[in-house]
């Protein structure tokens, strides 16, 4: 890592959780500049599933409980 890189990553180490998430987004902008369509089409499923939970059409299931379960099926042993 360079000089720079390592400056950048020690002034993440002081941001918050909000911040870092806000300039890993930014980051993440200038390595893949955003699809206008795809984020479209993202927000309308978003809303359509949340609009499903809320008339009951669908659960939600646990963060956590759907982490483990995802780790023991696809992380290689």
């Known amino acids: 890592?360079?000089?720079r890189v390592e400056a950048?990553?020690?002034?993440a180490r002081g941001m918050t959780a909000e911040e870092r998430?806000?300039?890993l987004d930014a980051l993440q902008e200038l390595v893949?500049?955003?699809?206008e369509a795809?984020?479209?089409a993202w927000a309308r499923e978003?809303?359509?599933r949340l609009d499903a939970y809320q008339r009951g059409?669908?659960?939600?299931?646990?963060?956590?409980v759907v982490m483990e379960r995802m780790r023991?099926?696809?992380l290689v042993k």
């Open 1 to 3: 890592m360079n000089a």
């Open 8 to 11: 950048l990553i020690e002034q």
């Open 21 to 23: 998430v806000a300039a």
């Open 32 to 35: 893949v500049p955003p699809d």
């Open 38 to 40: 795809w984020a479209e």
């Open 46 to 48: 978003s809303e359509d």
């Open 57 to 64: 059409e669908i659960e939600a299931e646990d963060f956590d």
């Open 72 to 74: 023991k099926d696809y």
